[in-house]
């Protein structure tokens, strides 16, 4: 199955500024995936990040507030832009595979 | 809309069997998944069940799919102290790769 790398594994960020989450996959997959898990809740899916495409947003995330890259099959990017504490989470990444959805080990965000 | 429920916490004796339920309320989900979150980490892929069936065995995991009460359980034997962890089950379709999560079960084994 799929291996994602995932980074950074966490970050402290101050409110305002904006981070870029990097997510490679070991081999080509045609669909990723972008999730947030606030604390102590589950996994919400913000976006679907095609290649050669805009992501494909979830209701209540936009393109301005998380915007995401897809340059190739094995590679995406979410940046949480313009950050507040209410953005502080566990983000995650992932990938379809021939087994099921294969998740990155997620960046711990927190804003300050 | 879709939603997944899990109950929020179990607790069980090192050695006994762990069963953690879940139900679901799309029926056009092609696949359910069970995932493994250890604190810290990212979710590790477990298992998963195809719509169609009804039972999958994986070594100690035993998946048992209800599809007429949407109910899903994951059994897991000889529950040992590294099985500690939160639990979640997720309902998805392979055509949009969307998954929706259950809030997640934390297991908690006793020695």
């Known amino acids: 199955s799929a291996v994602i790398s995932q980074k950074p594994s966490r970050d402290i960020c101050q409110r305002g500024t904006s981070l870029t989450i990097q997510c490679q996959v070991d081999s080509q997959v045609t669909m990723m995936f972008w999730y947030r898990q606030q604390p102590g809740q589950s996994l919400t899916l913000i976006a679907t990040?095609?290649?050669?495409?805009?992501?494909?947003?979830e209701s209540g995330f936009v393109i301005d507030k998380f915007p995401i890259s897809r340059p190739n099959l094995t590679f995406s990017t979410l940046t949480v832009s313009n950050m507040s504490p209410e953005d502080s989470s566990i983000y995650l990444c992932?990938?379809?595979?021939?087994?099921?959805?294969?998740f990155g080990s997620g960046t711990r965000l927190t804003v300050v | 809309g879709e939603d997944v429920e899990q109950s929020l916490f179990l607790s069980v004796r090192e050695g006994d069997s762990s069963v953690i339920n879940c139900t679901y309320t799309d029926s056009s989900s092609t696949y359910l998944y069970w995932y493994k979150q250890e604190p810290g980490a990212g979710l590790q892929l477990l298992t998963y069940i195809f719509s169609n069936m009804d039972m999958k065995q994986d070594q100690r995991l035993t998946v048992l799919l209800n599809k007429k009460d949407k109910h899903l359980s994951l059994r897991i034997a000889d529950t040992q102290t590294g099985d500690s962890a939160i639990y979640f089950c997720a309902e998805g379709s392979r055509n949009t790769g969307k998954l929706i999560f259950g809030q997640g079960t934390t297991l908690q084994v006793k020695p």
């Open positions: 990040a095609n290649q050669g495409s805009e992501a494909t947003y």
């Open positions: 992932s990938a379809d595979n021939n087994y099921g959805y294969t």
